[in-house]
């Protein structure tokens, strides 16, 4: 399988398990994981192949809307606490405004840069690429779900994709 196809069936695969659910919840312990779940009142269209609960690190750089506004918003909250402020600040305050809202659409770019369409018109973004960590981003169910095992969607460094669910590695 070409690298091509193979972001397409990860594209696909994304897109069925994410579009619709929920941010639930975020925690940061040397990065960023965020918890989408299922909400009652949301009828989504998806086959069943997944769990209604994911789970996504948040492994590469990432910002929400363009870069260029990002920076200006990091600067901005620098400036209004009188403290240089790294990034992750940013992002908390971000996360936690997204909390409640639903993701409409999931799209993945030519570089496996991994966009999310938030019902808030907002976009989050994750880099395909990460010079620290072995991958960009994860999307698996909870620990504490039964055969968790079975699924998980991972983009490595170099932005190459791997799926596996329903117990069958697939690319």
Partial sequence: MQKSDNMILIKELVSEWLQGLVFAAFEYSAGFSVRFEQQSTVTRHTTGRFPEV????????????ERVAWQKLVNTLSQTTGVHLLQEPAQAY??????????????????????????????????????????????????????????????????EGLAIWDSKTTT
């Fill in 54 to 65: 994911a789970i996504l690190d948040l492994k590469g750089e990432w910002w929400i809307d």
């Fill in 94 to 159: 971000c996360l936690m405004l997204l909390v409640g809202h639903t993701i409409k659409e999931v799209k993945l770019s030519d570089k496996s840069e991994l966009i999310l369409v938030i019902d808030t018109g907002q976009t989050l973004h994750v880099s395909g690429h990460s010079d620290i960590w072995e991958e960009s981003w994860i999307i698996y169910p909870p620990a504490d779900l039964p055969d968790n095992h079975l699924w998980s969607i991972t983009c490595d460094s170099q932005g």
